[in-house]
């Protein structure tokens, strides 16, 4: 009876006929150390990007809260001279005559009438 036995020093890796490439494990244990290595240091870089991107949004969003503001204090400041009280204290509105006998416009039927 003929019996063999396994010498791992006389192993080798498969070989892929179709390449003709021989894979060895150490190799391939040394390509995904290399290649975890490479997307962790992508996955940092990419989640640093996406801190500073929001950190940028925060000043972003506050500087926009603070021209928002600014822009009330504007519309109000041109609000103020335009109001009823600052037009009846205006000089020349209280130069005007007083008007003794009014008139009033009246609206009938799609007809423009004055009322006495």
Same mark, same amino acid.
């Given at each position: 009876?003929?019996?063999?036995?396994?010498?791992?020093?006389?192993?080798?890796?498969?070989?892929?006929?179709?390449?003709? $490439?021989?894979?060895?494990?150490?190799?391939? %244990?040394?390509?995904?150390?290399?290649?975890?290595?490479?997307?962790? #240091?992508?996955? $940092?870089?990419?989640?640093?990007? $996406?801190?500073?991107?929001?950190?940028?949004?925060?000043?972003?969003?506050?500087?926009?809260?603070?021209?928002? %503001?600014?822009?009330?204090?504007?519309?109000?400041?041109?609000?103020?001279?335009?109001?009823?009280?600052? $037009?009846?204290?205006?000089?020349?509105?209280?130069?005007?005559?007083?008007?003794? %006998? %009014?008139? #009033?416009?009246?609206?009938?039927?799609?007809? #423009?009438?004055?009322?006495?």
């Amino acid at each position: 009876m003929n019996v063999t036995f396994f010498d791992p020093a006389q192993a080798h890796a498969p070989q892929i006929t179709g390449l003709n $490439l021989t894979i060895h494990w150490q190799y391939f %244990k040394v390509g995904v150390a290399i290649l975890t290595i490479v997307l962790a #240091f992508v996955y $940092l870089v990419m989640l640093n990007s $996406l801190a500073t991107q929001g950190f940028d949004m925060e000043t972003l969003k506050a500087d926009q809260l603070a021209l928002h %503001k600014e822009i009330e204090a504007i519309d109000i400041s041109l609000a103020i001279p335009s109001s009823l009280y600052a $037009l009846e204290s205006n000089e020349l509105i209280q130069s005007l005559p007083s008007v003794d %006998k %009014k008139q #009033f416009l009246g609206v009938q039927d799609t007809d #423009f009438v004055f009322n006495y």
